[in-house]
């Protein structure tokens, strides 16, 4: 079920419909971040479920050509069943790494897409408590993947520590798994909101610094 929730974070083309018991296609369905060999080239593959077992892989760019690919278990790893592509999904790792060939073509090597790519961007508001001074308007953090599932967080007012952050999935939102740094992040707003308690003695709430935001700095 992790899987299947984690994806719909993510935006990936599954669906885990009535119609069809999840298999191996769902399981490797999803977003993948990793290089071009030869050339070293990085780019992001989407891996979508076609039909039983079988998944249709495209790039977010050129140099990896479209394949359609049958599946099958060995273990705990999901590969090719025939054709000329190969495919290797270590389904389960932290992180799951795939590794897939089109035929001739080129050869990616990376890993699934995870919470902490999807919470990490730069972000702009206010400090609106704070137990041991002032709010203060203006304040931008950096949230950064470190890990699996897991983020730092910097800012540009010293008053608020570097924090690292665990993820977990809760209610359709990115929240802190555990420790005394309450993060918040919701997706449903446009831009994406967030709201952050370092060590719950500072707060700070803000939102996702769009690209037109960006460009204007």
Do not use: C
Not at 21 to 30: E, F, N, T, V
Not at 184 to 204: G, K, T
Request: without cysteine; proline residues 7%.
């Amino acid at each position: 079920m992790r899987i299947a929730t984690l994806l719909v974070v993510l935006a990936a083309p599954l669906s885990l419909a009535a119609n069809h018991a999840p298999d191996l296609g769902d399981a490797a369905a999803g977003h993948y971040v990793g290089q071009l060999s030869p050339g070293g080239a990085e780019i992001r593959l989407t891996v979508s479920r076609t039909a039983a077992n079988t998944v249709r892989i495209v790039s977010d760019g050129p140099g990896f050509p479209a394949t359609e690919v049958p599946l099958k278990a060995n273990g705990k790893i999901i590969i090719q069943a025939s054709g000329p592509a190969t495919f290797r999904l270590q389904h389960g790792a932290r992180p799951e790494r795939l590794d897939v060939k089109s035929g001739s073509g080129p050869a990616f090597s990376g890993r699934r897409l995870d919470l902490a790519d999807v919470a990490q961007g730069v972000y702009e508001g206010d400090v609106i408590s704070d137990s041991k001074g002032s709010s203060k308007a203006d304040v931008k953090l950096t949230v950064t993947r470190i890990d699996v599932d897991k983020v730092r967080i910097t800012s540009d007012y010293p008053r608020l520590p570097s924090i690292d952050v665990p993820l977990q999935l809760a209610m359709g939102r990115i929240i802190s798994r555990k420790g005394d740094s309450p993060f918040v992040l919701d997706r449903s707003n446009d831009p994406p909101h967030l709201d952050v308690s370092f060590h719950n003695e500072v707060s700070w709430a803000g939102a996702r610094r769009t690209t037109a935001a960006a460009s204007e700095h």
